[in-house]
Nanobody, 124 residues
Framework: QVQLVESGGGLVQAGGSLTLSCVAS????????MGWYRHAPGKQRELVTT???????NYSDSVKGRFTISRDNPKNTVYLQANDLKQEDTAVYYC??????????????????WGQGSLVTVSS
C-alpha cells in the first residue's frame, strides 16, 4: 500500500512562515490529486488546498494569498508554504494523496491515503 510521511510542523510567531513536506512511498503507479487539510480544536476538518498532477491548484478563502502548494512528481512529494501566519492557522495539518497503486501481480487499485498529521502552532 501507499504511505505518506509528513515533516516540518512546529511553533512559529504570528506573521512568520513555515514549510510542510509530505512524501509518498509504496507501490505507487500514479498520484493524481494531492492536498492539505487541517483540523483545529473544536472545529471541523477543513480543506486547505489541493494540487492536481498537472499542477492546477485550489485554495480555501482563508489561506488564499498566504499559502502556496507545490509538488515534485518524481519525488512523490507535496509541499505547503505558509506565509503571514495567523493564530487562526493553528491546527494539525494532514496531507492527502489519491491515485493508483500497483499490486505484486501488476494490478492497479485506487487509493486515498492520509499523512500522520503535523501540529502547527502560531503564537502571538
Amino acid at each position: 500500500q501507499v504511505q505518506l510521511v509528513e515533516s516540518g510542523g512546529g511553533l512559529v510567531q504570528a506573521g512568520g512562515s513555515l514549510t510542510l513536506s509530505c512524501v509518498a512511498s509504496g507501490n505507487i503507479h500514479r498520484i493524481n490529486t494531492m492536498g492539505w487539510y487541517r483540523h483545529a480544536p473544536g472545529k471541523q476538518r477543513e480543506l486547505v488546498t489541493t494540487i492536481s498532477s498537472g499542477g492546477d491548484t485550489n485554495y480555501s478563502d482563508s489561506v488564499k494569498g498566504r499559502f502556496t502548494i507545490s509538488r515534485d512528481n518524481p519525488k512523490n512529494t507535496v509541499y505547503l508554504q505558509a506565509n503571514d501566519l495567523k493564530q487562526e492557522d493553528t491546527a494539525v495539518y494532514y496531507c492527502n494523496a489519491r491515485g493508483w497503486a500497483v499490486t505484486g501481480e501488476n494490478l492497479q487499485s485506487n487509493f486515498a491515503v492520509w499523512g500522520q498529521g503535523s501540529l502547527v502552532t502560531v503564537s502571538s
